[in-house]
């Protein structure tokens, strides 16, 4: 299987990244030469790779990482970089390759002191593959000053080093930053492509497989989670509900309430599986005492590994809030298509009953004040609004319409 199977629905950046790939073959000739490289190479430093939520940044990246790094002998050939199989790109896709490192971060945000410690590896030659390839999947939680310290290493990069950096839109990165970077925008893929790498990839029955892309609308991760977890099926059937619970003030607060709730308990059962390890792992490295007494000086170490368990917990936490707001635009959305007698398929069939008696109850109007309501609650979250203050308002708003 090619490295470019994942990246479903992007053939006009797989032609373009297939091409940059083919050009960095030149690039090291010329380097290991000491030849200047062509000016028409289509190979650079520096790449940002934008598109929306479930567009595939991630994926996309990290098959370009392991185009670089292909060793295949068929490339020699005219052979398309990225075969799949060789050490090169195996070892990139699961993530073991040396010289390809991944950075993904669970936190809030992206700060400098990491930032640093990215850029010093910038500057070194690759340890044994082909290139020094750095992914930053969240290029848009750097801090001012972590993106100020970034931009430093990507005006003046190292011969063989490149970095590849995602984020949602070129907002979100800084103008300095995103305009040394050669840029590539990435689409929604379409809904039969997602179902169909479901049924192909992971074996998911066509049904199910269908169900769960139309339900969000070509997010891969997320339809293959509602695929496969029932947990996840669970959590979205509720939130469908909520339009129908908002129709007294006390069922707007109760609602609230209880979106919150779940979103803290997802954060919690997350912390469950990973706070006492890392917390006991640190305890062993630190050298703990048998009876759990810490040596001295220590406790600035744990209190460090305390505030970041917190951050993380509280990322969690919007990260779900989020997801359920998503589902909820897409209701609304459905409405709004039943009610202007629109012919797009829509994303919620399954609860088409709640579907028509919304839209029989309202109109066009209401539901897009509605809509606005949801995108202003994801808003307030981002500027660290109280969640439940959030929400609340939200319901109050979805209530008035």
């Known amino acids: 299987m090619a490295v470019w199977d994942d990246m479903v629905g992007q053939e006009r950046v797989q032609t373009q990244l297939c091409a940059a790939a083919r050009d960095a073959d030149t690039h090291v000739t010329a380097h290991a030469q000491g030849a200047p490289v062509p000016a028409a190479?289509?190979?650079?430093?520096?790449?940002?790779?934008?598109?929306?939520?479930?567009?595939?940044?991630?994926?996309?990246?990290?098959?370009?990482?392991?185009?670089?790094?292909?060793?295949?002998?068929?490339?020699?050939?005219?052979?398309?970089?990225?075969?799949?199989?060789?050490d090169g790109c195996h070892t990139t896709l699961v993530g073991t390759h040396a010289d390809v490192e991944v950075i993904r971060t669970d936190l809030l945000s992206i700060g400098v002191k990491e930032t640093r410690e990215l850029v010093r590896r910038a500057q070194l030659s690759p340890a044994g593959g082909r290139w020094q390839v750095i992914i930053m999947e969240d290029a848009d939680r750097l801090t001012e000053g972590a993106g100020n310290v970034l931009l430093k290493a990507v005006e003046e990069p190292a011969p063989r080093t490149v970095w590849l950096l995602c984020a949602p839109s070129l907002e979100d990165v800084l103008p300095t930053i995103r305009s040394r970077c050669r840029h590539l925008t990435l689409r929604t893929p379409p809904v039969a492509a997602v179902a169909d790498v479901l049924i192909r990839r992971d074996g998911i029955e066509p049904e199910v497989a269908a169900a769960a892309a139309r339900a969000t609308q070509g997010h891969i991760g997320r339809a293959r989670r509602l695929a496969t977890d029932e947990r996840a099926r669970a959590r979205r059937a509720t939130v469908l509900k909520l339009p129908l619970r908002v129709e007294d003030i006390g069922g707007?607060?109760?609602?609230?309430?209880?979106?919150?709730?779940?979103?803290?308990?997802?954060?919690?059962?997350?912390?469950?599986?990973?706070?006492?390890?890392?917390?006991?792992?640190?305890?062993?490295?630190?050298?703990?005492?048998?009876?759990?007494?810490?040596?001295?000086?220590?406790?600035?170490?744990?209190?460090?590994?305390?505030?970041?368990?917190?951050?993380?917990?509280?990322?969690?936490?919007?990260?779900?809030?989020?997801?359920?707001?998503?589902?909820?635009?897409g209701f609304y959305r459905d409405v709004l298509a039943l009610q202007l007698g629109s012919q797009v398929p829509l994303a919620n069939e399954d609860v088409r009953d709640a579907l028509d008696r919304i839209a029989r109850g309202s109109t066009p109007e209401g539901t897009l004040r509605r809509i606005e309501a949801v995108v202003a609650c994801r808003d307030a979250l981002d500027r660290n609004v109280a969640p439940l203050l959030a929400v609340e308002a939200m319901t109050m708003a979805l209530r008035a319409g």
């Open 41 to 86: 190479s289509k190979m650079t430093h520096a790449w940002l790779f934008t598109g929306p939520p479930g567009s595939g940044r991630a994926t996309a990246a990290r098959a370009f990482a392991a185009a670089l790094q292909c060793t295949s002998p068929d490339r020699a050939l005219g052979g398309v970089p990225g075969c799949g199989f060789c």
């Open 252 to 329: 707007c607060l109760k609602a609230a309430q209880e979106l919150v709730d779940a979103a803290a308990e997802d954060a919690k059962e997350m912390a469950e599986e990973v706070d006492v390890k890392e917390t006991e792992d640190l305890k062993a490295a630190l050298g703990a005492s048998a009876t759990g007494r810490m040596p001295r000086g220590t406790a600035g170490a744990m209190k460090e590994l305390e505030d970041r368990q917190k951050r993380r917990k509280t990322r969690t936490q919007r990260d779900s809030l989020d997801l359920a707001l998503t589902d909820l635009t």
